[in-house]
């Protein structure tokens, strides 16, 4: 446990050694510059460090052999529960089981999961963006799961679900908006 350590730095350690040797899909790069990137733009709009430390292991237990119990252990219940909230429950699923999961579990998640949530996809959306912007369109879409039609559905319903009951001009919101509606037309 972080016993006195930063709650964010020591979550920046464990999710650093948890995604050792992970790349990332869309873009050949260290897994961890995703959660850091989650990380920073909770902390750069004002949210409290459990959101933070939260935001940074958004993915260590959906992709790594940590479980929940492992990351209440070290930093308490309320980073795991939002971990849990940002977290598909069951990857063996089909993409699209998973997919609706997340958008109906995200409407009634607390803010603070709210805002994890937008973040990751901010940061996959803007990834996505560099990649268009550097490989093409074909190739960027392409390494995804599924095609820019079924991207547009979930990214477009998860930040309608980030925003059900909630202030949509936050500004975390508001940059999910202008992500979605630059690669997705949105309005």
Same mark, same amino acid.
């Given at each position: 446990m972080?016993r006195g350590k930063?709650k964010?730095?020591?979550a920046?350690?464990?999710?650093?050694?948890?995604?050792?040797?992970?790349?990332?899909?869309?873009?050949?790069?260290?897994m961890i510059?995703?959660?850091?990137?989650?990380?920073m733009?909770?902390?750069?709009?004002g949210?409290?460090?459990?959101?933070?430390?939260?935001?940074?292991?958004?993915?260590?237990?959906e992709?790594t052999k940590?479980?929940?119990?492992?990351?209440?252990?070290?930093?308490?219940?309320?980073?795991?529960?939002?971990?849990?909230?940002?977290?598909?429950?069951?990857?063996?699923l089909?993409w699209?089981?998973?997919?609706k999961?997340?958008?109906?579990?995200t409407?009634?998640?607390p803010?603070g999961?709210? /805002?994890i949530?937008?973040?990751?996809?901010?940061?996959?959306?803007?990834?996505?963006?560099?990649?268009?912007?550097?490989y093409?369109?074909e190739?960027?879409?392409g390494?995804?799961?599924?095609?820019k039609? /079924?991207q547009?559905?979930?990214?477009t319903?998860?930040?309608?679900?980030?925003?059900?009951?909630?202030?949509?001009?936050?500004?975390?919101?508001?940059r999910?908006?202008?992500?979605?509606?630059?690669?997705?037309?949105y309005?």
């Amino acid at each position: 446990m972080y016993r006195g350590k930063d709650k964010i730095e020591y979550a920046i350690y464990y999710a650093t050694r948890a995604h050792k040797n992970q790349r990332r899909k869309v873009e050949d790069i260290d897994m961890i510059f995703h959660p850091f990137t989650v990380g920073m733009i909770l902390q750069r709009n004002g949210c409290d460090e459990e959101i933070v430390a939260a935001g940074i292991l958004h993915d260590v237990v959906e992709d790594t052999k940590y479980t929940f119990d492992d990351i209440e252990k070290e930093f308490g219940s309320n980073i795991r529960n939002y971990v849990y909230d940002a977290s598909e429950p069951d990857k063996t699923l089909e993409w699209e089981d998973r997919k609706k999961h997340t958008i109906e579990h995200t409407k009634d998640a607390p803010l603070g999961s709210k /805002l994890i949530i937008a973040c990751d996809k901010i940061s996959n959306l803007e990834d996505l963006s560099d990649c268009i912007e550097l490989y093409g369109e074909e190739k960027a879409w392409g390494v995804l799961k599924r095609g820019k039609e /079924l991207q547009k559905w979930y990214y477009t319903s998860v930040y309608e679900s980030c925003i059900n009951g909630v202030d949509r001009n936050h500004p975390i919101f508001k940059r999910y908006k202008k992500i979605i509606e630059s690669l997705f037309d949105y309005k």
